[in-house]
């Protein structure tokens, strides 16, 4: 069998970390490195003077991570720059917050070429190269310039944006060349990957076959959907286990009988923090016996702090919760408790298990992993509701949910009324759909289906 060589941005960390805050996907990913060997090469996290002349490996049986430093130059182009305030926002809809400068965009490419030829000597001739995210578009034409002959993978976690969007990124036919330099994209949902092919078909004149084969820029290549999920027995098992930790004991305690609404996300602006503040409000306003009855816990430790819109993201939700609690607050209740740190998986977990509503509502998100973990978190016997946004890509699947349009704040604010009230019989065949659909749909099988197309392409230059 192949060796697998993973390319993300950030490696998972090398041994099983004391926060045990590594996601399944990591947890999966390492699990057939560690069995087949392989490698696992991206930033270290670190910036230095000067970018790394080699990678730095280190071994851990059969694995070899390897991990190049950045300049702080590279960092500010490449990562704050290009990928984070360009591609990221733009890929989420956000025209408003793309800050394109043609200065970033090469610093984008300038770290791809780095990567590339910081990976070639480590690479052998029959590997299989997985490429993951935003970050590294690129990748694959830079290693196919250096005489790379190996398959190429890559896959999206974000969304693939529709085609007027993506025309408003200066460079977006240079996006696409690179992309189809691959020889199996995978996206996260159908809509994804319908515009894609759109844009190969209408904007540079490329051919999407029968069979889903895509002919552009003189290759043909396979783009295929591929929803990334969680290892869902194992959220279940961890909840089970930590719904009497003292975390979740505390957590009930001081609920006093209340009923509970989850959110956990990054503070970022695609998650609809502010609109899900404002739907909950509504909520209080407009039923008034749910004041005092209900806590909606919003954890959303902060991210990429260094990008403006971060910090704006931040100050505006502090407003907004602020202003919900002491419109509302009584001197023995509090509307929202906004906590603006992590916890560890299995805390989260027990929290998830605990809650009447996971609510989750961003306004784009190529999947949302807490959706998924949400329901595989609850208790069978007694399951929460999950409401959730249809611009995440996990609706496309879970369809027990209630879904809804986050930019519809009165008409999610009535969904939570409907969460809040549901029966327990609906709640159960809901949650059952969905559950059955995510043991099926597990991160094993989403790994090993990726895997199983890419090992079976057919290599065309
Ligand atoms: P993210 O935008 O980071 O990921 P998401 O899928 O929701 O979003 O979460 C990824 C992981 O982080 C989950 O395991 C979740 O539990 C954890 N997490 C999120 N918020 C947390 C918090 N407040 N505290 C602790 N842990 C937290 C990107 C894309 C998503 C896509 C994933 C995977 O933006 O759309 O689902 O990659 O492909």
């Given at each position: 069998?192949?060796?697998?060589?993973?390319?993300?941005?950030?490696?998972?960390p090398?041994?099983?970390?004391?926060?045990?805050?590594?996601?399944g996907?990591?947890?999966?990913?390492l699990?057939?490195?560690?069995?087949?060997?392989?490698?696992?090469?991206?930033?270290?996290?670190?910036i230095?003077?000067?970018?790394?002349?080699?990678?730095?490996t280190?071994?851990?049986?059969?694995?070899?991570?390897?991990?190049?430093?950045?300049s702080?130059?590279?960092?500010?182009?490449?990562?704050?720059?290009?990928?984070?305030?360009?591609?990221?926002?733009?890929?989420?809809?956000?025209?408003?917050?793309?800050?394109?400068?043609?200065?970033?965009?090469?610093?984008?490419?300038?770290?791809?070429?780095?990567?590339?030829?910081?990976?070639?000597?480590?690479?052998?001739?029959?590997?299989?190269?997985?490429?993951?995210?935003?970050?590294?578009?690129?990748?694959?034409?830079?290693?196919?310039?250096?005489?790379?002959?190996?398959?190429?993978?890559?896959?999206?976690?974000?969304?693939?944006?529709?085609?007027?969007?993506?025309?408003?990124?200066?460079?977006?036919?240079?996006i696409?060349r690179?992309?189809?330099?691959?020889?199996?994209?995978?996206?996260?949902?159908?809509s994804?990957?319908?515009g894609?092919?759109?844009?190969?078909?209408?904007?540079?004149?490329?051919?999407?076959?029968?069979?889903?084969?895509?002919?552009?820029?003189?290759?043909?290549?396979?783009a295929?959907?591929?929803?990334?999920?969680?290892?869902?027995?194992?959220?279940?098992?961890?909840?089970?286990?930590?719904?009497?930790?003292?975390?979740?004991?505390?957590l009930?305690?001081?609920?006093?009988?209340?009923?509970?609404?989850?959110?956990?996300?990054?503070?970022?602006?695609?998650?609809?923090?502010?609109?899900?503040?404002e739907?909950?409000?509504?909520?209080?306003?407009?039923?008034?016996?749910?004041?005092?009855?209900?806590?909606?816990?919003?954890?959303?430790?902060?991210?990429?702090?260094h990008?403006?819109?971060?910090?704006?993201i931040?100050?505006t939700?502090?407003?907004?919760?602020?202003?919900?609690?002491?419109?509302?607050?009584?001197?023995?209740?509090?509307?929202?408790?906004?906590?603006n740190?992590?916890?560890?998986?299995?805390?989260?977990?027990?929290?998830?298990?605990?809650?009447?509503?996971?609510?989750?509502?961003?306004?784009?998100?190529?999947?949302?992993?807490?959706?998924?973990?949400?329901?595989?978190?609850?208790?069978?016997?007694?399951?929460?509701?999950?409401?959730?946004?249809?611009?995440?890509?996990?609706?496309?699947?879970?369809?027990?949910a209630?879904?809804?349009?986050?930019?519809?704040?009165?008409?999610?604010?009535?969904?939570?009324?409907?969460?809040?009230?549901?029966?327990?019989?609906?709640?159960r065949?809901?949650?059952?759909?969905?559950?059955?659909?995510l043991?099926?749909?597990?991160?094993?099988?989403?790994?090993?289906?990726?895997?199983?197309?890419?090992?079976?392409?057919?290599?065309?230059?």
């Amino acid at each position: 069998m192949s060796r697998l060589v993973v390319i993300s941005n950030r490696v998972a960390p090398v041994r099983k970390s004391e926060s045990g805050s590594e996601g399944g996907l990591a947890v999966a990913i390492l699990d057939v490195l560690k069995d087949q060997g392989g490698v696992w090469f991206g930033w270290s996290g670190k910036i230095t003077e000067h970018e790394s002349q080699a990678a730095q490996t280190f071994d851990h049986g059969k694995l070899t991570y390897a991990t190049v430093d950045l300049s702080q130059q590279d960092y500010d182009e490449y990562y704050t720059g290009f990928a984070n305030s360009v591609l990221w926002p733009l890929f989420h809809y956000r025209l408003d917050l793309t800050d394109f400068s043609r200065r970033d965009m090469v610093g984008y490419y300038r770290v791809n070429v780095i990567f590339a030829t910081r990976l070639l000597p480590l690479l052998q001739s029959d590997d299989l190269i997985w490429v993951h995210d935003f970050h590294f578009i690129p990748m694959a034409e830079c290693l196919r310039q250096a005489g790379c002959k190996q398959r190429i993978g890559f896959f999206l976690h974000i969304p693939w944006p529709s085609i007027q969007v993506l025309l408003a990124l200066p460079n977006h036919e240079g996006i696409v060349r690179g992309l189809c330099a691959y020889d199996l994209i995978g996206f996260q949902t159908e809509s994804d990957l319908r515009g894609f092919r759109e844009y190969i078909e209408h904007e540079i004149g490329g051919e999407v076959l029968p069979d889903g084969t895509v002919k552009a820029f003189g290759r043909s290549l396979r783009a295929d959907v591929f929803p990334i999920s969680i290892d869902t027995k194992d959220v279940g098992r961890i909840a089970e286990d930590a719904v009497n930790s003292p975390q979740t004991e505390r957590l009930r305690d001081s609920l006093g009988g209340r009923k509970l609404i989850i959110g956990v996300d990054r503070l970022d602006y695609s998650k609809g923090l502010v609109q899900r503040l404002e739907a909950y409000e509504h909520l209080l306003k407009v039923y008034p016996e749910q004041r005092g009855n209900v806590v909606l816990l919003q954890i959303a430790p902060p991210s990429r702090s260094h990008v403006n819109e971060y910090r704006d993201i931040r100050h505006t939700l502090e407003r907004t919760a602020g202003h919900i609690n002491s419109t509302f607050a009584e001197f023995d209740w509090n509307p929202i408790r906004y906590l603006n740190k992590g916890f560890r998986r299995q805390t989260l977990a027990g929290f998830f298990r605990l809650s009447d509503v996971g609510f989750v509502t961003p306004l784009r998100d190529g999947m949302n992993l807490v959706a998924k973990e949400y329901v595989a978190a609850q208790n069978p016997e007694n399951p929460g509701v999950l409401v959730l946004s249809r611009f995440a890509g996990a609706a496309q699947e879970l369809d027990g949910a209630l879904i809804v349009n986050p930019y519809d704040t009165e008409g999610v604010g009535e969904s939570l009324q409907l969460a809040l009230t549901m029966p327990l019989e609906e709640r159960r065949e809901r949650w059952r759909t969905m559950y059955d659909h995510l043991c099926d749909h597990d991160v094993v099988a989403w790994r090993r289906s990726y895997l199983d197309a890419l090992r079976s392409v057919t290599r065309n230059d």
